[in-house]
């Protein structure tokens, strides 16, 4: 990964990316511009006045130079939505929101959001097509594998062969804080493998690239963060205690 500034903003891209100019990609640190009181946030909350959302995703969009972008209210599904160009849809208030899904996908010319704080934020791009598929993946989307079933829709929906595609995983929450101390009845018996007994910690990075090898990715198209949000105070964590969210953005122009 590589770090950038732009006005105050701080927002990394990955390396793996980097050869396909037309796709314009950036995940950002909470570090925003000095007239937003230092901070980016991108989650509409009570707590946070909606302007300082506004803003935050209007400086995002700018500093990757894509239009406005598509967010939904992210419930830790399966599901995915689907942005057709050619639709409006365009949030720019809580009540704007469509409900219910984790996993975007869209075509050159739109730009995609998700929200994160602590769980993974997956970006899938098929060089051929420009198709872009953007996935919030928690350990409840881990369980639901909705990388795999977002990469199968793909498939189904859109013929793009799942070895042709390229994904790179955001910070989020690693192997030194992921601890689940109810994991026998919270996690299934495949993710087991994946536990530290020592302390209870599971590796969703190692779960991650399984998914998405078995979903028919090459393991060499797989560029993994590898960032503890925790860890990492530039990153909004929820284990941290933090109501803020950072972005991962995206899209073809
Ligand atoms: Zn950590």
């Not at 993710?191 to 190692?206: E, G, Q």
Request: aromatic share 12%; hydrophobic share 35%; proline share 8%.
């Amino acid at each position: 990964m590589e770090k950038h500034l732009y006005k105050g903003l701080g927002y990394y891209t990955f390396d793996i990316l980097a050869p396909y100019k037309s796709l314009r990609h950036g995940v950002f640190t909470r570090s925003g511009p000095p007239e937003l009181g230092g901070e980016l946030t991108f989650s509409f909350r009570p707590d946070i006045p909606n302007s300082q959302v506004l803003n935050s995703l209007k400086m995002a969009e700018e500093a990757l130079g894509l239009g406005r972008s598509v967010f939904v209210m992210q419930t830790h599904s399966a599901n995915i939505y689907v942005q057709e160009p050619t639709d409006p849809y365009s949030p720019r208030s809580p009540e704007d929101l469509i409900y219910g899904y984790d996993a975007l996908v869209t075509k050159p010319g739109r730009t995609l959001l998700i929200k994160l704080a602590d769980c993974q934020g997956i970006l899938l791009f098929h060089p051929p097509s420009e198709v872009i598929a953007l996935v919030h993946s928690g350990w409840r989307g881990s369980k639901q594998n909705i990388l795999g079933q977002t990469a199968a829709f793909l498939k189904e929906k859109m013929d793009i062969k799942p070895e042709e595609l390229l994904a790179a995983v955001s910070p989020s929450l690693g192997p030194c804080c992921a601890e689940f101390i109810n994991y026998k009845t919270e996690m299934p018996e495949e993710f087991w493998p994946y536990l530290n007994p020592a302390n209870n910690h599971f590796d969703f990075w190692s779960i991650t690239q399984k998914q998405l090898t078995g979903a028919g990715l090459r393991p060499h198209n797989i560029e993994l963060a590898k960032i503890c949000t925790k860890c990492q105070p530039e990153f909004y964590s929820y284990r941290r205690g933090e109501s803020g969210r950072f972005a991962f953005l995206a899209g073809v122009v």
